[in-house]
């Protein structure tokens, strides 16, 4: 019922930058919120920054580096500055989604490889 479109993973250098968006589409009513974790190997799934209470929760570690930012109502991007090879994660893409049946749920991307690395 639902698909994500993720991009805007890849290699980068640590200090670069990248761009990872997320578009959502398929029988959805209204779209509540859309945020990010991620996942880095051996370790559990972490949030990244998603919307809360109407402000945004960043992690600690990614205050101040990365935005997120809701394009337009079916889609969300998040401009990651001053990478670091610690950043290097599978980052999955969430949104808080009424489908058309009137049901809500958290649905999850397929996740978008990012490695930061020299």
């Known amino acids: 019922q639902v698909q994500f479109a993720e991009s805007g993973g890849g290699l980068v250098q640590p200090g670069g930058s990248l761009r990872l968006s997320c578009a959502a589409s398929g029988f959805i009513r209204r779209i509540y919120g859309m945020g990010w974790y991620r996942q880095a190997p051996g370790k559990q799934r972490e949030l990244v920054a998603v919307p809360a209470h109407g402000a945004i929760t960043y992690a600690d570690s990614v205050k101040g580096r990365f935005t997120i930012s809701r394009d337009n109502s079916n889609t969300v991007s998040l401009q990651m500055n001053s990478l670091k090879s610690e950043d290097t994660a599978i980052y999955y893409c969430?949104?808080?989604?009424?489908?058309?049946?009137?049901?809500?749920?958290?649905?999850w991307g397929q996740g978008i490889q990012v490695t930061v690395s020299s």
């Open positions: 969430t949104a808080d989604i009424e489908t058309e049946d009137f049901r809500r749920w958290d649905y």
